[in-house]
């Protein structure tokens, strides 16, 4: 039986059959069986006996093989071609995906490199208004002013700790200066943080100030916030710390190597550092003082002597009762009265202030024109005094130079109070001096 040969050639499977079946005219046409991979006749022949077998597995004809070993190397060459075309491809697009990246990365590293940057010069604007309004006794401004600043830092210290910025920090070229604004970021909130009670009290000192921070007048009041004051006094240890830490930190940062607006940042945050450590040394002894002054505790007496006298008399005198933040004039004496009718009119005075003439005039530079006699200007400053209205900040400012003099004295009745005083300035040494020998008795 004659079968004819396929387009191709014919499909053998059994090598045994094929040598009973038909003369082969090249032997090398004998291939390896592969399972399951037909090979197919050469062209050449167009039919061939078909024995009676199941399978042949050899292919036949003249120069077979060769035709076959070529067809085999142009198919695995271009199955190689299309795998290296397919990686190129794949290569490109992870490339191209690569560099999306990369500038998606590297332009939200710049724009929240950008946020940082204002976000430090807002807390420095705000921190040098902070020190401004702390030198001049505005208490409320200054803390209005604080809060500003600490919604500032806090930004830049929250912009400045994902993982972003993480990345930012080992980049070459910029890690360095993404490291030195994390640093300042994080100091400045530390800094807020620790001033976050400030911030919240001082706002409450309305009593103790003329102005807001706006510039717009704040109405006199005869009651100051004790409770708001004693917060401040009790946070004011914290904050100190809080600034000393920061100032120390930063000046071990070193700034050789980084770009000059970073430079700029780190020198600028030291500078507001220490301008505010200064400013809160000058100003924390009176506000440390003044819970107990007016009577944040209980109930205190005072008797303010505006001459010291001659001999056995005293000059014009007054008694002040303060309680909770408010002070009420109780009684005003003419000059002549001697020490132990003072003595008998107020027994157990909490503290003694004691005025010359230079210093009260001093004085009613905050508290405005005063007329009449001795006992009369008494009377209208001590009224003043009581009712707020008065320039608190500018009686602060002018009390250092008459203490300084000994033309103003102070003096507590509680000797340990009284070492609070000396340490902060508003009063003389214990013990010593004419206003202390007067003091003493009037205490006793």
């Known amino acids: 039986m004659r079968v004819p040969a396929p387009r191709e050639g014919l499909l053998l499977r059994d090598r045994d059959a094929l040598r009973t079946a038909a003369p082969l005219r090249d032997r090398r046409a004998l291939r390896s069986p592969v399972a399951g991979s037909p090979q197919w006749a050469d062209p050449f022949v167009d ?5 009676a077998v199941d399978h042949l597995e050899v292919i036949i004809g003249p120069d077979s093989a060769r035709p076959a070993r070529d067809s085999v190397r142009r198919s695995r060459r271009s199955q190689v071609f299309r795998h290296a075309a397919r990686g190129t491809a794949r290569a490109r697009r992870w490339l191209v995906a690569a560099v999306l990246l990369g500038l998606v990365v590297g332009g939200a590293g710049v724009y929240r490199a950008r946020q940082v940057s204002n976000d430090l010069d807002g807390a420095r604007a705000s921190h040098a208004d902070v020190t ?19 919604d500032d830092a806090q930004r830049a210290a929250d912009r ?5 910025w ?6 070459p070229g910029v890690g360095d200066d993404a490291a030195a604004q994390q640093r300042v970021a994080t100091d400045l909130a530390a800094v807020t943080r620790a001033a976050r009670p400030v911030a919240e009290a001082l706002p409450q000192l309305t009593a103790l100030a003329t102005r807001t921070a706006t510039g717009e007048p ?32 930063l000046a071990a940062l070193p700034t050789s190597g980084l ?44 008797v303010v002597l505006l001459e010291r006298g001659t ?20 009684s005003v004496h003419p000059r002549g009265a001697s020490w132990r009718a003072v003595h008998r009119a107020v027994p157990a005075p909490d503290y003694v202030l004691t005025l010359d003439p230079q210093a009260f005039a001093v004085l009613t530079q905050a508290m405005g024109p005063v007329t009449g006699g001795p006992a009369d200007q008494l009377r209208i400053a001590l009224t003043r005094l009581a009712s707020g209205a008065l320039d608190w900040p500018e ?15 102070l003096h507590a009745a509680d000797p340990a109070e009284q070492v609070r005083l000396v340490r902060a300035g508003v009063a003389d040494s214990v013990g010593t001096g004419e206003s202390a020998r007067v003091a003493g008795y009037l205490t006793r």
Request: glycine share 6%.
């Open 47 to 51: 039919t061939v006996e078909r024995p």
């Open 132 to 150: 401004t309004r702390l030198v001049r006794y505005e208490w409320p401004a200054a803390g209005t002013a604080l809060a500003a600043f600490g």
């Open 160 to 164: 400045t700790s994902g993982p972003l």
């Open 166 to 171: 993480s990345l930012a920090e080992r980049l």
């Open 218 to 249: 704040v109405p006199s009041t005869s009651q100051v916030d004790t409770a708001a004051l004693s917060a401040v006094v009790a946070a004011l240890p914290g904050l100190t710390a809080a600034l000393d830490a920061a100032s120390r930190d």
């Open 259 to 302: 770009l000059v607006p970073v430079a700029a940042t780190v020198a600028d945050a030291r500078a507001s550092l220490d301008l505010t450590r200064a400013a809160l040394r000058s100003t924390s002894p009176t506000l440390s003082v003044l819970p107990a002054l007016f009577g944040a505790s209980g109930p205190r007496t005072w």
């Open 311 to 330: 001999g056995d008399r005293v000059g014009a005198y007054g008694v002040v009762r303060a309680e909770r933040g408010a002070l009420q004039v109780q």
């Open 395 to 409: 009686l602060f400012r002018t009390l250092p130079a008459p203490i300084a003099q000994q033309q103003l004295t």
